[in-house]
């Protein structure tokens, strides 16, 4: 591959994160409006839409992005720790995408038992791997 399609891989690796990030940033924030309204409401019924539009229209094809463009740039850092490490933290926002998937099921089957301080806690997980990620693959400590 050369040099100059390597960093259009990369440009894209990039964006289709900062898209992945803001869907893994904004559906808890929307979980925690949806934990403090009640079932018969209106602004119940339309977080739901929210919520599957920001999941199937922003979110489900940013994490198949992210991980399409970071397998074609990945073979020359396969190896190094800092590739490793940052891959168990890419794990972990995986996990966070797979329990916003079963939370907005929940909700949308009105059948939610989480309060809205549980979402504001959740919303912080994120926040935290991303800075680790982000020193990790800039700083890529060996
Ligand atoms: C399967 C998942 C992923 C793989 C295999 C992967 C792999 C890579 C590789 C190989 C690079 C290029 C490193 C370089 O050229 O310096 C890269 C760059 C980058 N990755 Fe990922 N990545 C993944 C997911 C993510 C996620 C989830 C984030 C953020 C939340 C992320 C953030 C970044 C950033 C910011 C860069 C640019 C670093 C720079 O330009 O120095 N990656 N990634």
Sequence with gaps: MTDDTYLWWKIAHIISMVTWMAGLFYMPRLFVYHAL???SSTEYQLLKVM???LLFGIMHPSIIMVFITGMVILPPWIEQI?????????GLLVICHLLCMHWRIAFVHDRNTHSHIFYRVVNEIPTVALIGIVIL???KPS
């Design 37 to 39: 309204s009640v079932p």
């Design 51 to 53: 919520e599957r539009r």
């Design 82 to 90: 800092w590739m490793i490490a940052k891959l168990c933290l890419v």
């Design 137 to 139: 693959v800039v700083q």
